[in-house]
């Protein structure tokens, strides 16, 4: 399993968070790809080459333009070299046996292409709270909000064969690459694993505790379930959910 990591100016403490909860996983066959998005936070840089040089496992691509989160994560998909890629920010963390529990499902069903889990928040002195306990998948439920999300892990070739994520997309850029991928891929070959496999780091100024502090991730997340729709139900349009960010769709 690769895990990728895009990282721009995180904090010392919140990487090394995010990268232990890695090193602490119980499947031991993992690699850790980080692309930096040309950080100008000289002590990021500092800590990522220290972590490079403290586990084999662990590969840092440095950009030489700061492209943001879209641009910054296809960057790490390049480097990843495993069957299977997971989706991890750079300061957020996983609990210990998420990647035991994807291998696992994976040994089960040969043929899945996307894996998720259920997933919590998590406070910056470690409060774990908020729980999503989600259901299986159903595409009606994804084109009301992002059912994937965290913990996301997708067959390696299925994203290259959708192009990873598109940078006209930002805030969104997760719900679109599955809405592409559905393109792909039958239903059937999506697996829900019931277990909190994640753990969303809140803060102000993130998505986690508000989704009205990335505005843009509204509008970007409209125009890709509208694209969706063009695709697959021609005469269905996208409209305002019950709380911010979620959307009805009108067949």
Partial sequence: VSIIMPVFNTGAQWL??????????????????????????????????????KDPRIKVSFRKVNGHISACSNTAIEMANGEFTA?????????????????????????TQIIYSDEDKITPDGYRLDPYFKPDFGPDLLCSHNLVSHLGVYRTKLLQKVGGFREDFVGSQDWDLVLRCLDFIQVHEIRHIPRILYHWRLSSNSTSASVGNKGYAVTSGHRALQEYLDKH?????????????SFRIRY
Avoid: F
């Fill in 233 to 245: 139900e021609p005469t269905g349009t996208v409209e305002k959910g019950p709380t911010t960010g």
């Fill in 16 to 53: 090394r968070q995010a990268i232990d909860s890695v090193l602490a996983q119980t499947y031991p066959h993992w690699e850790l790809c980080i692309a930096d998005d040309e950080s100008p936070n000289k002590r990021t840089l500092k800590r990522l080459k220290y972590w490079m040089g």
């Fill in 87 to 111: 989706l991890l920010d750079h300061d957020d963390e996983l609990p210990a046996h998420a990647l035991y529990y994807v291998a696992l499902e994976i040994l089960r069903h040969p043929d």
